[in-house]
């Protein structure tokens, strides 16, 4: 996929999900976006050639950083290859930033390669993951109700397992003295 063509497709997928997150969840989306790049897998696997094995660790390296659409850019567009597919989610909205997540397939391919079939401007596919404990039900859909969510869930969530993390490790340190 030609580079103008990639930004194109990045550019109206961020509107394209900023709009249909905005149908679920309460937030306001400020429009400073940032991204978080994770690939789908950090190990090798028979499947990957020589050059996505190189890239794969370079992903892996930036893989809990956030960064900007021209670093992004830098990092999944190669050469006309690009991810096979890449899951595009609003992880957090801040008052200061919107950080999306970005999924890559770890294997890059050329433009006629893409999953065009699924998508609207591939590689990206835009989704809204939903908490387990919000319910959206066909009658509510039908009657266009819709029970709003907070978009920070995923990352409230992580949060509070590190904590929980960090509270364990500090206990066995002062636990397991000899």
């Known amino acids: 996929m030609e580079r103008e063509k990639f930004i194109e497709h990045f550019k109206k997928s961020i509107e394209l999900l900023v709009d249909f997150t905005k149908q679920y969840c309460y937030n306001d989306f400020v429009e400073n976006y940032l991204f978080i790049v994770k690939p789908n897998g950090s190990d090798f696997h ?49 008052p200061n930033a919107t950080i999306f997540e970005l999924l890559c397939s770890r294997r890059l391919r ?11 401007y591939p590689p990206f596919n835009v989704l ?37 993390n960090i509270f364990e490790k500090l206990k066995r340190l002062f636990t397991n003295k000899e």
């Open 128 to 164: 809204v993951p939903t908490p387990l404990d919000v319910v959206i039900s066909s009658d509510l859909l039908k009657s266009g109700i819709r029970e709003k969510f907070d978009v920070n869930w995923r990352k409230n969530l992580n949060d509070k397992q590190k904590r929980v």
């Open 46 to 94: 028979d499947g990957l050639n020589e050059f996505e094995k190189k890239n794969l660790k370079i992903l892996n390296r930036y893989a809990k950083k956030v960064l900007t659409f021209d670093q992004v850019l830098e990092l999944l567009h190669h050469e006309n290859q690009v991810p096979l597919w890449i899951d595009m989610s609003i992880y957090e909205s801040n």
């Open 110 to 120: 050329r433009d006629e390669k893409l999953f065009y079939k699924a998508v609207k």
